[in-house]
Structure formats: C-alpha cells, structure tokens
DNA sequence: GTGGTCTAGACCACA
DNA sequence: GTGGTCTAGACCACG
C-alpha cells in the first residue's frame, strides 16, 4: 500500500492520509475485505504519530468505508453501493459550486470541467478493468 | 451585495466571505470596476471582526481578483480572461481528484457528476443573461 | 440453538454471546434445565477464541442465568423469578435515565418509548405461546 | 453547570461526560445558545485531560446538540426537533431490546418499565415547567 | 482565548 | 497484537 503524505500541505495529515485512502480504494487498489496496516506500523512507516493516523482510520469508518474487527485488524468494507442518496448529492453540490464558481472565474467551461472528470473517471475505470 | 455567512460552520469565515465574493462575480452581479464595500463597513455589517473581512479581500487581491485602489477604494477585477492556464487546470485536477474519487465510491456516476456541474453552470449564466 | 453474532460490531463478542443467550431466555427458546453447547463447540460453531465463550458463560453465571455443572455440564437457571428487587430496580433505572434523555432530546414521546417496549414485550411473549 | 463523573467507571469518561450534557439538555438546564465551558476549564475542573473533553464535545457536536463557534466558543443548539426519524427509531429499538430481555428474565413487567419511563419522564417535564 | 492538530508515551480490553 | 482510552504538553488557526 502506497501512501503519500505532504507533512508541510495545510490539509490536515489525518485527512491527507483518509484521502489517500479512499483513493486506494477508489482505484480497486483496496477491496473488499483487504486489511489496512495497523496505525502503529503506518505511522511508524509515515514517520507521523499513531493518534494521526487513528484519526484518519475512524473518521474512515465513520463514513462506511472500513471497519475494526478485533480478530483481524482493520479492514476494507470496499464502494459503498447505493449511496448515491439525495443529501449527499445535496453536499456534493454544495462542494461542486465554490469550485465551478472559481474556475468559471478563471474562464474555465463547462467542458474543460467536464472533460477533466472524464478523465478521472477512466483513471479509475481503467485501473478497475486491469 | 449580499454576503451570507454562517458563524457556526467550520468553514472559516474568512473563507466563506472569499467564496461568497468569488461567487458573486462569477454570477455578474459584481462586474468589473465596481467596487466593494470598505472592511469596517463589511465587518459592521456582518458583526464580524475587521481583522476576518482584511484576510478575505487580501486573498481575493492575491488571487486576482479585486485590486486596492487608495482614490476608489476596494475594486472587483472582473472574471479573468484567459486565465484557463495549464498550471491551474492542474490544480483543480488535484481538487477534483479528491472529489471524484470520494464521490465514486458513494456510487455516482460521472454523469451524475457533469450534471451538476452543468446545473451550476446553468445558474450561473442565465444570471448574467438576466 | 441460534446465536448470531457480528464480528464487525463494536460490541465485544462476549456481551453480544450473552446477550444472545438471555434473549433466548427471555423468548423460552432456552428453558430451566436446557443445556448450553460446551464452550468448545461454540466457539468453534462461531469460529471465535474458546475464552471469548468462556467469557460470557462466566458473565451469565455471575448474574444467575446459567450454572455450571460436573456432570451435566452448563445448564440454564431459566427466568429468575422474584428478582425485581429494588436493587435491579434502581439499576434499571439508571440504564434508562441515560436513554430516555436521549432520546427525549431527538424528540420521542413517552408514548413512542413505551410503544416500543410494549412492542418488544409482545415479541417475547407471543414466542412463548407458540 | 454541574457535571458528575466516576474515574472508577467501566463507562469512558468521554462518554460519561457526553451523557451527562445530554442530561443537562433534556432536563432544560443548558438551553439553545447557553455557552459550554471551555475544554480547558471543564477538564481542569473534573481533573482530567483536555482531550478527554473534547472527545466528547466533538461528539455531541457530531450528534447535532452543540456547536463550536469561533468568537463564541462552544454554544448549544438545543433540543433537536424533528428528529423522531425511523432509523433512530431502529436503533433505540435494538437498544431496548437487549435491556427489556434482561430485565423481562429477572421478572420485570412490562408496566414496571414503562412506570419507570413514565417517572422519568416527569422528572424531566417537572424540570421545564419550573 | 477558543478549538484544532500533532507528538510522545502509558495502560487496558478484546480476541 | 489490535484498537481504545487517557495523560501531558506543544504549537497553530481563527477571530
């Protein structure tokens, strides 16, 4: 598992690290049922305190993504399917509008947005067919 | 101008002003060469300290945004044209990838995604055909 | 006999074991002088550690559930009759403080409360009729 | 503001200190806009670590009964309306369940619980009215 | 002066 | 050996 964080960004570690990880498994790099390192070795591997990355796994679990399961660990529950509900759509959007409205600003269309989503959306796609 | 900020949200307020202003703009309803109201005022207005209001407009200057002007006082730049550089379209691949990826494992598609960004381009425009 | 447990919940193994095994008590599936499945054989029923078994079976015996015996092995005490002593009452009552605070907070009546004890009431009692 | 907590509990202090604000609300002695202590001064005062408290404020804010505010600190939001919703409903049901099949085995009626609730109840009612 | 973040290091519960 | 809890103490962002 490949993690990298930038100890100098003004994201917060803890959230440079449950980005990382959610990218992972975006990527099909994590699935379902794999196990995540245990904080002390990430963080000892990262360098950083296991509280930071304690943080990181919780808030993870929080939002569905993983789970602790004393006999094994911390591990991967995978996408969450039908989760494409109506309020988190309603965050997205919220999400979506501060950046459209900045880069509208900086004379970027609708297309240029769009085209970068396509991008990243067969980044991930193709990652997945591989 | 109507600014709307929420002093119990955990987006800096500073922060949200510069969205807010940003978002103004991108819907033509600050144009370029008008002008922005002084700190104290806004502060006064917002019942927030002067300090907040100074952060925001010196980011929103540094940005490009809106220019200091000793005679005129605070004036909006306008959308900034040809701006769409390669250096910034990095930059929101990085934000969107965060994004995208979080939102792909909540099971959304890439075209409920353009959708979105369709809808708040369509806001934004038909604001400035108005 | 049925016991489900989660592995991935965060209630340890052993309480959700006991809890398992009072509620079939409580819903006569186990009645006084069933007998309980050796610690070995549930353990290895649930695929969990023998002294996770081992653990709840002590718990169910230090309130007076079961009974450990010799020749017979573990054997069910059955419901505790006259047990609603003042004791167990104030306990209760303390348990209950904590939820109905709650829960009065996320804005449920006494009637939805006591629907749902009715509710639970009704369960265990139509499981003994069959 | 009077906050009790046992060191010696199995409870975690964090989650004592949680229940006793939620106590607090529902009893209506913190009401909307009534300010927390400080997660120093409330720590100092219980004799305790700042992180301990602001484990628990964080999870009351998570919860939707406090919220932080820059220039204020950390202020109530109050009794939450409208929050009766199914899912709560769910897990107060799965909550109960396990308490009414332990105490229906130590020879509980369903009226001595509901006596209790209702008690409860009154004590909290009591407690607005005056 | 508030909460947020991070570090360092301890002991415990669970399996 | 895992994560959970708690302590002690530091610096920072925000207002």
């Not at 006999?71 to 995978?78: E, H, S």
């Given at each position: 598992m490949f993690i990298k964080i930038d100890i100098n960004s003004d994201v917060p570690i803890y959230i440079q690290i449950k980005n990382e990880i959610v990218g992972l498994i975006a990527k099909g790099e994590l699935k379902e049922g794999d196990k995540l390192p245990p904080v002390r070795k990430l963080a000892a591997d990262l360098g950083i305190n296991l509280h930071t990355v304690n943080k990181a796994y919780n808030i993870l679990r929080q939002e569905g993504f993983i789970s602790f399961n004393k006999?094994?660990?911390?591990?991967?529950?995978?996408r969450n399917i039908n989760k494409a509900s109506e309020s988190e759509k309603e965050k997205l959007k919220g999400i979506l509008r501060t950046v459209v409205s900045e880069y509208y600003c900086k004379n970027f269309s609708r297309e240029d947005i769009k085209e970068i989503v396509d991008q990243l959306y067969d980044e991930l796609e193709n990652k997945i067919l591989v």
């Open positions: 006999k094994k660990g911390t591990i991967v529950l995978g």
